[in-house]
């Protein structure tokens, strides 16, 4: 247990309407990663974060943002959502000497209708 | 660009038995880190093993070892005596060690189904 929590763990919305998910962590790790999963994919890298106020694009950040301004908080957002945002979504941390290791929070269930 | 390739999308064991998961990758590194990742109907991802690249011997955790072959870029899982809690999806995932944001790359996944 690497003390991740996420919430909402599930949510319905409606398109076009913003939606915003939490990961939060209780153990002070720097690196922090945003992943989707869908049928027939593995997880998908959506964003990430080095640091407060340190983050970076992953390979299908069209139509999200995230924001971190604590360390313990990670924040995810669909600005207008699409149905092709329904999704399971991940929060991870890494750790290990070259942060190698990640561990997953338990996931956000998430269906734009 | 690494990807990874879970050839057998879904298996099946019997309890008690011994199962075996393939995985290759595609890779121009010399220097990565691998692992095998559990996701039971919970969905909650769990890490099962982790091989640093570097390393000749193969990583073992308790009922579960890997079969590493660097020069194939072959890296499967072996499941001995199956349980049925063993039952769930299981991805294969590539990292590079550069820096600290670099990001997994899974396969698709193979579906285990144990039988009683």
């Known amino acids: 247990d690497a003390g991740i929590t996420q919430s909402p763990r599930h949510k319905v919305t409606e398109t076009g309407t913003p939606v915003t998910l939490r990961c939060h962590q209780t153990?002070?790790?720097?690196?922090m990663y945003w992943y989707r999963q869908d049928p027939g994919h593995g997880l998908r890298l959506i964003h990430y974060?080095?640091?407060?106020?340190?983050?970076d694009k992953g390979e299908v950040s069209d139509g999200y943002s995230v924001s971190r301004s604590k360390t313990e908080d990670f924040l995810l957002t669909l600005e207008s959502a699409t149905s092709s945002q329904t999704s399971v979504y991940f929060c991870?941390?890494?750790?290990?000497?070259?942060?190698?290791?990640?561990?997953f929070g338990p996931g956000t269930r998430l269906l734009v209708l | 660009a690494q990807t990874v390739t879970q050839s057998q999308p879904e298996m099946s064991v019997q309890e008690a038995e011994t199962v075996t998961l393939s995985c290759t990758y595609d890779?121009?590194?010399?220097?990565?880190?691998l692992f095998w990742y559990k996701q039971p109907p919970s969905r909650q991802m769990i890490l099962v093993i982790r091989?640093?690249?570097?390393?000749?011997q193969n990583a073992t955790e308790n009922r579960f070892s890997v079969n590493f072959q660097k020069a194939a870029k072959s890296f499967s899982l072996k499941i001995s005596d199956s349980q049925l809690g063993d039952a769930a999806m299981y991805f294969c995932?590539?990292?590079?060690?550069?820096?600290?944001?670099?990001?997994?790359?899974f396969g698709k996944g193979t579906k285990l189904t144990v039988n009683p």
């Open positions: 991870a941390i890494s750790e290990g000497v070259e942060q190698e290791t990640q561990y």
């Open positions: 153990e002070n790790h720097r690196y």
């Open positions: 974060s080095y640091g407060v106020k340190d983050t």
């Open positions: 890779t121009s590194e010399s220097d990565y880190y």
């Open positions: 091989q640093e690249a570097y390393k000749q």
């Open positions: 995932a590539y990292r590079t060690p550069q820096g600290g944001s670099e990001k997994l790359v």
